[in-house]
């Protein structure tokens, strides 16, 4: 098993900036490929990006390309969001995901554990 839980949401104005983090228990996290997920009010979960196990590829969704960098530190089995010119429309619950696969994982199904979402609220 592995638990995970996210942090460092909170409202932020746009163009700003946050780094949300992704640290592990139980197990040790540098063996899953890791995803972040978000969810808007009354939209469905959607894929942000996700990294491989050892940190040498990463793939991301395009509304975030160029703004958001996805990187991890196993040593502190710990992954990290950064999110910088922050837009409204990245209003959302923030979710880390763990899948025990060898390439990124784009789909939700594909991953074996979840967080509990940390809110990230961007203010026009």
């Known amino acids: 098993q592995v638990q995970l839980v996210e942090s460092g949401g909170g409202l932020v104005q746009a163009g700003g900036s946050l780094r949300l983090s992704c640290a592990a228990s139980?197990?040790?996290?540098?063996?899953?490929?890791v995803g972040w997920f978000r969810q808007a009010p009354g939209k469905e979960r959607e894929f942000v990006g996700a990294?491989?196990?050892?940190?040498?590829?990463?793939e991301y969704t395009d509304s975030v390309k160029g703004r958001f960098t996805i990187s991890r530190d196993n040593a502190k089995n710990t992954v990290y969001l950064q999110m910088n010119s922050l837009k409204p429309e990245d209003t959302a619950v923030y979710y880390c995901?763990?899948?025990?696969?060898?390439?990124?994982?784009?789909?939700?199904?594909?991953?074996?554990?979840w967080g509990q979402g940390t809110q990230v609220t961007v203010s026009s």
């Open positions: 995901a763990a899948a025990l696969r060898v390439v990124v994982p784009l789909r939700e199904i594909e991953y074996n554990y």
């Open positions: 990294i491989t196990r050892s940190g040498n590829y990463i």
């Open positions: 139980g197990r040790t996290l540098s063996s899953y490929a």
